[in-house]
């Protein structure tokens, strides 16, 4: 993944002009704290952790469940963490204008 300004960079370096570059995660009063829903959802993520914890240990769910459960709570967990610090956002928009 790459940062923001190294987008516009890799844009630029392709001879795109730069139109807009804008985090409406921040700049927008509706988007605000983009990440509060996912960390409000953490006690159901415990929940449904015991539950295909349990249907694992019974050999109930299909191999490899747990293993993606657990991949996807972490990533929920990183971007929550990534939105709290700010050093993520999943609403960075690049506008670039193509060359004549």
């Known amino acids: 993944m ?9 844009g630029k370096a392709v001879g795109f002009k730069l139109v ?15 990440w509060k829903r996912l960390d409000e959802l953490a006690w159901q993520n415990e929940v449904s952790h015991v539950v295909v914890s349990t249907l694992d240990t019974f050999y ?19 971007l929550v963490a990534g939105g709290k610090t700010g050093v993520f956002s999943p609403m960075h928009m690049l506008v670039f204008q193509k060359p004549q």
């Open 20 to 34: 807009t570059s804008l985090d409406l995660a921040t700049s927008s009063k509706v988007a605000d704290g983009w």
């Open 60 to 78: 109930l769910a299909p191999k490899g469940l747990k293993q993606v459960h657990n991949m996807l709570r972490n990533v929920a967990r990183s």
């Open 2 to 10: 790459r940062t923001y300004k190294q987008a516009e960079e890799a």
